[in-house]
Nanobody, 124 residues
Framework: QVQLVESGGGLVQAGGSLRLSCAASGLTFRRYAMGWFCQAPGKEREFVAGISRNGDRTSYADSVEGRFAISRDNAKNTVYLQMNSLKPEDTAVYYC?????????????????WGQGTQVTVSS
């Protein structure tokens, strides 16, 4: 029933860009704050970016501030992560997640719905 499906990952060189998409179904999308998390091998899943349910507030990890931008289109039930100036350290599986709240949380346990992830690999 409820599903988040990420897409847009791939292999890029350092300095390049990707745009990730997360398509939601089976939920009233506008009621959910959304987040992007990443997980690299040997590391815990970490917060990357979040957006409030109406899109008027965003939050970013320090490591991506100024390089990544989260946005959403509630009419399309989709959240995006524009990734610019990519670094090898950004290499990870990126997950989108949904939280029934007005506001974003940086804590992964606050999110109830998760996508399957999409691989982002940045080569040097």
């Amino acid at each position: 029933q409820v599903q988040l499906v990420e897409s847009g990952g791939g292999l890029v060189q350092a300095g390049g860009s990707l745009r990730l998409s997360c398509a939601a179904s089976g939920l009233t999308f506008r009621r959910y704050a959304m987040g992007w998390f990443c997980q690299a091998p040997g590391k815990e899943r970490e917060f990357v970016a979040g957006i409030s349910r109406n899109g008027d507030r965003t939050s970013y990890a320090d490591s991506v501030e100024g390089r990544f931008a989260i946005s959403r289109d509630n009419a399309k039930n989709t959240v995006y992560l524009q990734m610019n100036s990519l670094k090898p350290e950004d290499t990870a599986v990126y997950y989108c997640a949904a939280r029934m709240s007005v506001v974003v949380s940086t804590a992964k346990h606050e999110y109830n719905i998760w996508g399957q992830g999409t691989q982002v690999t940045v080569s040097s």
